[in-house]
C-alpha cells in the first residue's frame, strides 16, 4: 500500500470559514447574508480616568433583518447591565459603548459573540 494523493474542493464563505461541501457553504452564505458588525467597548477604569478598557467583537443578524444596533445594546445591557458606572462612586461615565465597524475589521479581529434571532 502507497501514498495516496487526495485533492479535494474547498468552499471559503464571505467570513472565512471553510466547507467541503458548496450546498453547505451556499446555505451559510444566505444565512448570514444581512449581518452586521459591532465592537463592544466595556470595562471602565473606575478608580481613576472612567476609559473603558475591555471590548469584545460582536456580529447581529436579528430577525427581519433590522434593528441591528438593538439587538447589540439589548445583549449589552444583559451582559455588562447599565451603561452608567461612577468612577470612585462619584462621576459617571459610561460602563459599556456599542460602535459599528466594518467586516473586514471585524473578522481579522475575531468575532466574540454571535447574535442571531431564530
Given at each position: 500500500?502507497?501514498?495516496e494523493v ?5 468552499f471559503?464563505?464571505?467570513d472565512?470559514?471553510e ?57 449589552a ?5 447599565s ?9 459617571r ?5 456599542v460602535a ?19
Open positions: 500500500m502507497g501514498i487526495v485533492k479535494k474542493d474547498v471559503i464563505t464571505t472565512g470559514l466547507f467541503t461541501d458548496e450546498a453547505e457553504a451556499r446555505r451559510h452564505e444566505e444565512r448570514i447574508k444581512g449581518t452586521r458588525y459591532f465592537k463592544v467597548f466595556h470595562g471602565p477604569d473606575l478608580t481613576e480616568t472612567g476609559i473603558l478598557q475591555r471590548s469584545s467583537v460582536v456580529s447581529s443578524k436579528p430577525r427581519h433583518n433590522v434593528g441591528h444596533e438593538l439587538f447589540v445594546e439589548e445583549w445591557y444583559k451582559k455588562f447591565g451603561r452608567a458606572a461612577y468612577v470612585q462612586g462619584v462621576a461615565t459610561e460602563n459599556w459603548l459599528e465597524m466594518k467586516k473586514d475589521a471585524a473578522l481579522e479581529e475575531g468575532i466574540d459573540v454571535v447574535l442571531e434571532d431564530d
